[in-house]
């Protein structure tokens, strides 16, 4: 059974930072690429990272902020969060594919429910 279970949201002042864990249940982890994903009420989910073992893509707001990684042991995808700003404020999805590392939601088959970040003073 398909699962992915994000966590590691919360509250935070800006330029603080946070690691989002997103667990991976049901998906075979040698042959699927894994992103992270953000979305605000009212606007369109965008990428944010996306990773295929070395291959990482990142969009250009977080790169050097964030880094994404996977622990293959533990099924378990990462976000790290630093220098955290307010715009960065969404809901933070885990989501899997069989295709490549991308930051187009539409090639992604399978998605957690999203753990919120809030970055205020």
């Known amino acids: 059974q398909v699962q992915l279970e994000e966590s590691g949201g919360g509250s935070v002042q800006p330029g603080g930072s946070l690691r989002l864990s997103c667990i991976n249940r049901?998906?075979?982890?040698?042959?699927?690429?894994m992103g992270w994903f953000r979305q605000v009420a009212g606007k369109e989910r965008e990428g944010v990272a996306a990773l295929d073992g070395d291959n990482i893509r990142y969009a250009d707001f977080v790169k050097g902020r964030f880094t994404i990684s996977k622990d293959n042991a533990k099924n378990t995808l990462y976000l790290q969060m630093n220098d955290l700003k307010p715009e960065d404020t969404a809901m933070y999805f885990c989501?899997?594919?069989?295709?490549?590392?991308?930051?187009?939601?539409?090639?992604?088959?399978?998605w957690g429910q999203g753990t919120q970040v809030t970055v205020s003073s």
């Open positions: 989501a899997a594919t069989w295709g490549i590392p991308t930051l187009e939601a539409e090639y992604f088959n399978y």
């Open positions: 049901g998906l075979p982890y040698t042959s699927i690429a």
